[in-house]
């Protein structure tokens, strides 16, 4: 007869679950999870507002290698570029280099490539009439695209954005290939200690993924509604 589940071992490693050994030691679980995301996600969404912004270019010499960059980095997988950054970072700067920077850096890389999409649909979902009407009002084209074109096309962006942030938190997973402590890392050290919770150790992080995942989702349901709502009065 087979036992039943025993969630005893979570609540026991709790706080190893979502601090890790912080502060007595370096942050972990959750909270470098979180972490990773936020970091991650800040410096993706200025790499992707450059990248798209670049790949709008008038100029051929600057359009075709940010798209040909883009492209190349949106068809490699996450898990290739988090091991390029861990490998070729500390051999470029001669010097070892934390696994939570590398695992943001190849993070940040990654999302903005696919960011960059949603700021190119964004800019080129504004009618062409108002970048032309900018422009016979005396404005320069990169200021008629600061000043009129980009505020717009940013409201209609936040939604997508928020969602491409659900997807970077279960995309920081993938650090533990590197032995980054974040959520699944504690959770797969904490099994190979305990040897006997694996099926109770590793329902509790999908819940946990699955209960970040819904909530950002939610607010980004909510937040297109209430953009929408705002654009039709």
């Known amino acids: 007869m087979e036992e039943a589940l025993n969630f005893q071992v979570i609540i026991d490693n709790l706080t190893y679950f979502m601090i890790g ?3 007595s030691g370096p942050l972990g679980g959750l909270g470098l999870t979180m972490y990773l995301a936020v ?11 450059i990248l798209g912004l670049l790949s709008l270019s008038r100029h051929a ?7 040909l960059f883009i492209n190349a980095v949106r068809g490699i997988p996450l898990l290739m570029v988090i091991f390029w950054m861990y490998f070729l970072l500390p051999a470029l700067m001669g010097k070892t280099v934390p696994e939570a920077t590398t695992v943001i850096i190849g993070l940040t ?17 504004i009618p062409k009439g108002q970048t ?14 600061l000043y009129i074109i980009l505020p717009q096309g ?8 928020v ?3 659900v997807s970077l938190i279960k995309d920081t997973s993938l650090a533990f290939i590197v032995g980054v402590s974040e959520l699944t890392h504690v959770g797969t050290q904490i099994n190979n200690r305990t040897m006997a919770y694996p099926t109770e150790i590793f329902i509790f992080i999908a819940g946990v993924y699955f209960v970040l995942c ?9 937040l297109e509604g209430r953009l929408t709502w705002r654009k039709s009065i």
């Open 154 to 161: 940013l409201r209609n962006m936040i939604p997508s954005f």
């Open 132 to 145: 032309e009407a900018a422009i016979s009002t005396g404005l320069k084209p990169w200021q008629a695209m």
């Open 109 to 125: 890389i990654f999302t903005s490539a696919y960011m960059s999409q949603i700021v190119r649909a964004g800019i080129q979902g």
């Open 21 to 23: 050994r912080y502060p």
């Open 61 to 67: 010499l600057i359009r075709h290698p940010v798209n």
């Open 214 to 222: 819904f909530a950002f989702t939610s607010f980004s349901r909510w």
């Open 39 to 49: 970091v991650s996600c800040i410096l993706s969404f200025f790499g992707g507002l």
């Open 163 to 165: 969602n491409q942030f």
